[in-house]
């Protein structure tokens, strides 16, 4: 890792113009990542742009020292930039740059920096690092490593991260390794209540009162020993909810004594229903589960996205435990 750290310097350093890409629907970890390198190439003078699929939350654009990427339905000319960084995704699908990679020039180098174990390493420098409890805590070590360094925004967008993919380190994500990054980000100047309340203490009375319809739906899958529920577009709209405001369910479901995973469906706006999974026992990857729908993650949190209707997409996913549970 230490040589490809010191690859990526070298070519950030050589480099005219450079394109930072998060995945779509960002959260803390893909914009943190993003905005902390965003911070980092306006101080060495260097020319960039950022660019995301589909927008960001509102909660993320509040908060002031957060580079937000720019939002447009068709990507930048490939023709433009000699480096594309990508932080936080898994695949280029997941990213929205697979028409770009087709048509990229050979010059431009790929960079892709990520801590999913199912990262497709799609990259030319693969900074891939799944024990990592975020993608901002392997950005951290990437600045350490070249001494690039640490200003109070960068230190913020960094924590941005760990605290958005550790659930306020409460879950298993937590390690030795993501409370001694927090603890030195702190130091250098992130205001870690300040984070917090923007990040974790952000519900409003309608957020929660759609929780509360989600809530209602929830049940348990016996055989499979799975706990689901369901989110439609129609319950986004009565309730007058974004679509990126309605996550944070699925982690509250991992309190759940019952069951061995939880799982969420979401209708989106383009046309497809998004599933999340999430665990905390130590027997059960449910990056397995949404690797076979064409989906990844982590052991204990991952996800996937169907072009089949809820109904249909939860059938498909007990057919495959069932399965999955049958001898050899």
Not at 54 to 71: C, E, G, R, S, V
Not at 130 to 142: D, K, N, V, Y
Request: glycine share 6%.
């Amino acid at each position: 890792m230490k040589e490809t750290m010191t690859k990526i310097h070298q070519t950030v350093a050589n480099a005219k113009n450079i394109l930072i890409v998060p995945h779509r629907n960002p959260d803390g970890d893909a914009i943190g990542s993003l905005s902390a390198l965003a911070h980092y190439l306006t101080k060495q003078g260097k020319n960039f742009a950022t660019y995301c699929a589909t927008d960001t939350t509102d909660k993320l654009k509040k908060i002031d020292y957060l580079h937000i990427p720019n939002f447009s339905p068709s990507a930048p000319t490939v023709s433009n930039f000699d480096v594309l960084i990508t932080v936080d995704s898994g695949d280029p699908e997941y990213a929205g740059i697979t028409d770009f990679l087709k048509n990229i020039s050979r010059r431009t180098a790929v960079i892709n920096i990520d801590h999913h174990p199912t990262n497709t390493r799609y990259g030319h420098h693969n900074l891939i690092i799944p024990t990592a409890a975020s993608t901002t805590e392997i950005i951290f070590q990437l600045f350490k490593h070249n001494r690039w360094h640490i200003d109070r925004p960068i230190a913020a967008s960094l924590l941005t991260g760990l605290i958005t993919d550790t659930n306020n380190f409460t879950n298993g994500a937590t390690s030795y390794s993501a409370l001694m990054v927090a603890s030195e980000l702190i130091r250098l100047g992130a205001n870690f209540n300040q984070l917090k309340n923007h990040l974790i203490k952000d519900k409003t009375i309608n957020i929660l009162k759609l929780w509360g319809v989600v809530l209602s739906r929830l049940e348990l899958h016996e055989k499979n020993e799975v706990t689901y529920t369901y989110l439609t577009l129609a319950d986004l709209h009565e309730h007058n909810v974004s679509e990126n405001e309605s996550e944070g369910i699925t982690n509250f479901l991992n309190g759940l004594s019952e069951g061995k995973m939880s799982l969420i469906a979401k209708e989106t706006t383009d046309g497809k229903v998004k599933i999340s999974l999430r665990t905390t026992h130590e027997d059960v990857d449910v990056s397995a589960i949404a690797k076979n729908f064409g989906g990844g993650g982590h052991r204990k949190a991952a996800g996937f996205s169907s072009e089949k209707t809820i109904t249909e997409t939860f059938a498909q996913v007990w057919k495959l435990l069932e399965e999955k549970e049958k001898p050899v």
